[in-house]
């Protein structure tokens, strides 16, 4: 297998005293939809910032592309040691979150192009005319010079996924991005996932939609308390549940 893009070993995450990920392991091959699933509080999402830098962990491993994140300190005074190596790692990791984030003040195009230019120092000539092919790729090109408030949620979350593209990370991170929408307009963004997953994207996908999971994933993941209850192809994990807790999840509907 290739050396995969996000790889995690051992990973350990406390609050103070509560721990919230008890030695986590989990990798994403290249062009590989790895989904996280599990009920509120198994640590789905802590573990997509940690995987980003957003959050520090206590221990363990982050290793980008074969290269492992470096530390100073231990225990919850561990930080990164780099500053560089994690802006590096962070231009390559586009994030989507819940809740959209666009930024209210500039039009759709001008979220899009934002990061590129001003992080990156791209070109921005360049950037507008890669922002426009990737809302056109998200199908709302015709938005480009709206504000977001124009926009519906299904609009601004595929505005969001537009402007992670337009990073051209080597993976995709997504926190519930599906979970602030209506069901309606939910499907909008499903079919732009599956459709990056039909890419062969490289992705982590924190969701309660277990139908997503199950349709774009090479790799399911059920977090349950902090550590990984079970795992794999969505075939065996949705279909052949092996733990009972995981049983019980996928029975209740949880959605958390």
């Known amino acids: 297998m290739n050396t995969p893009v996000i790889e995690i070993r051992d990973l350990h995450k406390s609050y103070g005293t509560l721990e919230v990920l008890k030695g986590v392991d989990i990798a994403a091959p290249a062009g590989h939809v790895v989904s996280l699933i599990g009920s509120s509080g198994s640590g789905k ?47 390559n990791l586009s994030m989507v979150f819940q809740q959209f984030n666009l930024w209210s003040h500039m039009t759709v195009l001008r979220n899009v192009m934002e990061a590129p230019v001003t992080v990156l120092g791209r070109d921005p000539k360049e950037v507008e005319e890669r922002a426009r092919h990737y809302l056109d790729r998200v199908g709302i090109g015709d938005k480009a010079d709206a504000w977001p408030a124009q926009l519906s949620g299904g609009q601004q979350q595929r505005a969001a996924i537009a402007r992670a593209l337009c990073m051209e990370p080597k993976a995709l991170l997504f926190d519930e991005p599906t979970s602030a929408l209506d069901p309606e307009l939910e499907q909008e963004v499903v079919r732009v996932i599956k459709s990056l997953a039909d890419e062969g994207r490289t992705m982590v996908l924190v969701t309660h939609d277990m ?35 995981l049983r019980q999840f996928l029975s209740a509907g949880e959605a958390a």
């Not at 040691?81 to 962070?90: E, F, L, P, S």
């Not at 774009?216 to 902090?226: A, E, M, P, R």
């Open 211 to 245: 139908k997503m999971a199950n349709d774009c994933s090479d790799h399911v993941v059920f977090l349950h308390q902090g550590r990984i209850e079970e795992q794999g192809p969505p075939g065996q994990v949705f279909g052949n549940p092996q733990t009972a807790r």
């Open 45 to 91: 999402s802590t573990l997509l910032r940690c995987a980003n830098l957003l959050e520090d962990s206590q221990q363990g491993e982050v290793i980008f592309c074969g290269e492992p994140v470096a530390w100073r300190g231990s225990g919850l005074g561990r930080h990164p040691a780099d500053r560089a190596q994690v802006t590096r790692i962070r231009t």
